[in-house]
Nanobody, 125 residues
């Protein structure tokens, strides 16, 4: 079992920045791939970024590449998502998720077994 708790969301103006955190705990979580997804009202949950805990390999959705950065802190067992140059279309609930080890970092939400409760990000224009 893996437990995930997100924090760091909030209201920010377009062009601003936020840093989201995902505190992970549980047995063997360090073997998992970690991902961030977001869901806007009336839309499907979409992939944002992923990181392999073991070696730090990363993957990003095209819509956030160059603006968002995913990272992990092994000592704190926390995954971060730095959000820069935010746009109103980045608004949504951001979820942290954990996926069992795979060769490729997964982008489909169905491949993730554990989820946090989500944290709201609102970007005003």
């Amino acid at each position: 079992q893996v437990q995930l708790v997100e924090s760091g969301g909030g209201l920010v103006q377009a062009g601003g920045s936020l840093r989201l955190s995902c505190a992970a705990s549980g047995r063997t979580f360090s073997r998992y791939n970690m991902g961030w997804f977001r869901q806007a009202p009336g839309k499907e949950r979409e992939f944002v970024a992923a990181i392999r805990w073991s070696d730090g390999s990363t993957d990003y959705a095209d819509s956030v590449k160059g603006r968002f950065t995913i990272s992990r802190d092994n000592a704190k067992t926390t995954v971060y998502l730095q959000l820069n140059s935010l746009k109103p279309e980045d608004t949504g609930i951001y979820y942290c998720a954990a996926s069992p080890p795979r060769i490729l970092l997964p982008r489909r939400f169905q491949e993730y077994d554990y989820w946090g409760q989500g944290t709201q990000v609102t970007v005003s224009s």
